[in-house]
Structure formats: structure tokens, C-alpha cells
Nanobody, 124 residues
Framework: VDLVESGGGLVEPGVSLRLSCAAS????????MGWFRQAPGQEREFVAA????????EYADSVKGRFTISRDNAKNTMFLQMNNLKHEDTAVYFC??????????????????WGHGTLVPVSS
């Protein structure tokens, strides 16, 4: 199973960016999928998660109201729409997936599958 992120790049504060995560292999094993990020010198942190059918989502407090997670199971793709980006959103963003169903388990250790990450620097 492979997860490949795309869409990252240098942006100025206040603009929007959309990340994509393409899954290949046996993505039907995935239930919850999520986005994590890791800023320089910091630990990886949860950003957002989405249930298999997309009817449930969870967000970190720091991105609520600005980021939207979605998925298209027919295309085995997940998205993260990021609006009103801030300097503190600068990080490598990782796509992740798990076989479990819990949306409350946001620790990265619950996710079995990971992409290699895409860098999003937010700078003026």
C-alpha cells in the first residue's frame, strides 16, 4: 500500500492551498484516513481525520474553521483544503491511513500506513 502526497509548496500568509493524497495497492483496507504535520524541531501532530464514508471528521483546534478534509473513495484520494494559511502552519504534511474505525484515536501510533510527506512553507 502506497500513499503519495502532492500539492505542497511555498505560499504567503492568508492564501489557500489544497493537498492531495493518492492511495494505491489495497486501499480498501483503509477506514479512517488522516493528515498529520511536523514542523521543524517539533513532534508530528494530528491535523485532521475522516471516516471511511466521509460522514465524520475531526480537526485539531489549531486548524478548525480553516482546514477541510475530504476523500473520494472512487478515486482512492484524500484531500486537505487549507485556507487562510498562517506562518505557524509551516510543516511537512503527511497523509496517513489506518484499518481501525475510531476517530477519537488521533495519535500517530494508531495509523499503520504513511506517505513520505509534502512540505508547506508559509512565508512572506
Amino acid at each position: 500500500v502506497d500513499l503519495v502526497e502532492s500539492g505542497g509548496g511555498l505560499v504567503e500568509p492568508g492564501v489557500s492551498l489544497r493537498l492531495s493524497c493518492a492511495a494505491s495497492g489495497r486501499p480498501f483496507r483503509f477506514n479512517v484516513m488522516g493528515w498529520f504535520r511536523q514542523a521543524p524541531g517539533q513532534e508530528r501532530e494530528f491535523v485532521a481525520a475522516i471516516s471511511r464514508t466521509g460522514d465524520r471528521t475531526e480537526y485539531a483546534d489549531s486548524v478548525k474553521g480553516r482546514f477541510t478534509i475530504s476523500r473520494d473513495n472512487a478515486k482512492n484520494t484524500m484531500f486537505l483544503q487549507m485556507n487562510n494559511l498562517k506562518h505557524e502552519d509551516t510543516a511537512v504534511y503527511f497523509c496517513a491511513a489506518r484499518k481501525g474505525f475510531s476517530m477519537a484515536e488521533v495519535a500517530s501510533t494508531y495509523y499503520e500506513y504513511w506517505g513520505h510527506g509534502t512540505l508547506v512553507p508559509v512565508s512572506s
